[in-house]
């Protein structure tokens, strides 16, 4: 049983008569002893003896069935035992036996509201604010109740006693228009909205607004006045010119939209989401009609690119624009150019970047993007991922290993295990290409360790172990996952068929091996010569020989491979 109560909020009325008083010496025992039980049952609660607090509580309600505090206390009990008729009853008779404690009107309230009994709610809500009219909590309630039942005008009298609590504001004007609306009151929205424009005559907004609002009433010529009115005061009111905007599009004058639209993608005074906003309309509205020139939005880009620009935003939005549209790839990338000139740290614009050239080759470009953004984005491991990419293309081994070493020491605990696992896998390769193999199977530990299913690493190291004869109930382990994935991969399959090989598992790794040159007609040299070593150790050379020169023709010139063809036989390294 679990019992809410906050203890400290209710108020006991406790009080020990003394026979001044004129109690008969029962009614004085009486109260003796409900005190008792009634404190006890406290205790017990506050100690977390709920059971035998629940039942010293129901034995001094019996003894003094008129005390508000026993039903107050017991209430919870029946809250959490799901008997929601006696918890109500029992929280109705404490707030009717203390018409005054706003405590239990307030639970009463909070209890009728979680049973969705908003006539009740409404009650208990406006007897606890005649106890205390300095709540503007209880009437903010009373609001979201009085809305619930639709009672309009209430909610309006709710507002009002708010305003003379905090005074006048936008917001509660703003609230009463919206109720007179519902209301169909127009002339009291339009009297609200006069006087909030008023009694802020310096504020322009207000009087946008209120043209706004005799536009959607049909008053198009005061509504024009108004706003032009606003624009003599202030030229670059972005507001104003939206709302002629729209007053101009519902009346066809394209040439009017147009001048505005360019005004207000040119002004500096215009917010970047205003003009991100006006494009997408552009852009949007151009889809719909299935305008495929997009010559109009990339002059209205020029436009709002015309002026200086706090962020790549709009540059961004351009680039995405482009390649909707699938223009040339090397025009998208000056704008993603750019916008890393505008906001150096924008890593989205650099991956971008970087993706479009990788395909190029351009490797050297690739790696000066990424050491700059390496200091703005220092924890962004995929800068570093795409140097070392670059560096391992161009054979800069050394400085590939560096670049990655640097983007290792970035992991957390949150870092993406797909990019850890590849780097690491990258380690390992370069360090199994410099023969430091100890160092190598560490890595392929590393990058398994965080992605397990990695395959494609998983088949390296296992090839590199057997090629170094460790291992190799670890190596035959990984290599059978690899070929579980992905049971048609003719690399996979060979590597499990050598790895057989040298555990001496000859006839079992004829079966990979034929498998794999079943699954590839164009096999590598490296996996006929496997073959070829594979047929000569079950005692078929004359197959043997057949792969070993397929392997010779296909350009391996192993000293190893030509001096098994002449001798017959199988030779080890």
Not at 318 to 332: D, G, N, R, V
Not at 404 to 430: C, T
Not at 559 to 572: E, G, N, P, W
């Amino acid at each position: 049983m679990k019992v809410r109560t906050n203890l400290s909020k209710v108020v006991l009325t406790i009080v020990l008569l003394g026979g001044s008083l004129g109690l008969h010496a029962e009614d004085y025992d009486s109260l003796q002893s409900y005190n008792y039980f009634f404190l006890e049952g406290v205790r017990q609660q506050e100690m977390g003896n709920l059971t035998a607090a629940f039942d010293l509580l129901r034995h001094a309600r019996d003894l003094n069935p008129n005390a508000p505090e026993v039903y107050y206390l017991l209430a919870p009990y029946y809250v959490d035992l799901k008997d929601d008729t006696r918890s109500r009853a029992y929280y109705e008779r404490a707030a009717t036996l203390d018409p005054e404690n706003s405590s239990y009107i307030e639970k009463l309230g909070q209890l009728y509201v979680s049973q969705k009994d908003y006539p009740n709610a409404i009650n208990a809500y406006e007897k606890l604010y005649a106890l205390n009219k300095a709540r503007v909590d209880v009437l903010q309630i009373l609001y979201q109740l009085y809305g619930s039942q639709n009672e309009f005008q209430q909610m309006i009298n709710v507002l009002n006693r708010i305003e003379v609590l905090e005074g006048s504001s936008e917001q509660i004007s703003l609230s009463k228009m919206q109720i007179y609306e519902q209301m169909g009151e127009k002339r009291k929205e339009y009297d609200e909205l006069k006087s909030l424009v008023d009694s802020h005559p310096l504020d322009l907004n207000y009087k946008v607004m209120f043209g706004n609002w005799l536009l959607q009433n049909g008053k198009k010529k005061e509504a024009v006045k108004l706003y032009r009115n606003v624009l003599k005061e202030e030229p670059t009111n972005a507001l104003a010119k939206l709302s002629l905007l729209d007053y101009y599009r519902t009346i066809g004058d394209q040439a009017t939209v147009d001048v505005i639209t360019q005004e207000l993608l040119q002004s500096p005074k215009t917010e970047k989401e205003t003009k991100i906003a006006l494009l997408r309309q552009v852009i949007s509205s151009n889809q719909q009609a299935n305008v495929s020139d997009s010559a109009e939005v990339m002059k209205l880009f020029s436009q709002a690119l015309s002026v200086p620009q706090t962020d790549a935003d709009i540059l961004m939005m351009k680039a995405a624009y482009m390649s909707l549209k699938k223009m040339p790839k090397t025009e998208i990338n000056r704008v993603y150019e750019q916008a890393i000139d505008v906001e150096p740290d924008n890593s989205r614009a650099r991956i971008a970047l970087i993706q479009n050239i990788w395909d190029t080759g351009d490797y050297d470009k690739v790696i000066a993007i990424c050491r700059p953004a390496q200091e703005y984005n220092p924890e962004e491991m995929v800068f570093y991922y795409f140097q070392g990419m670059a560096q391992y293309q161009k054979h800069e081994n050394d400085a590939a290993l560096q670049t990655f070493r640097k983007g290792v020491s970035q992991i957390k605990a949150d870092s993406n295990p797909d990019v850890v696992s590849d780097f690491y896998a990258l380690m390992g390769e370069i360090l199994h290409e410099k023969g430091r193999l100890a160092e190598s199977f560490q890595a392929y530990d590393s990058c398994l360790q965080w992605k397990p299913d990695n395959i494609a690493a998983m088949n390296n190291y296992a090839y590199y172990l057997s090629e170094a004869n460790k291992d190799l109930p670890k190596a035959e382990q990984l290599s059978y996952k690899t070929i579980k994935a992905e049971p048609n991969n003719s690399t996979f399959l060979d590597t499990y068929a050598w790895i057989l090989f040298q555990q001496k598992r000859y006839e079992e790794a004829k079966i990979y091996i034929d498998q794999a040159i079943r699954s590839d007609s164009t096999l590598t040299g490296v996996v006929k010569e496997h073959a070829g070593d594979i047929y000569a150790m079950t005692g078929d050379i004359d197959k043997a020989l057949e792969f070993w020169q397929q392997s010779l023709k296909g350009g391996n010139q192993s000293a190893v491979l030509k001096k098994k063809i002449q001798l017959k036989k199988y030779v080890a390294k």
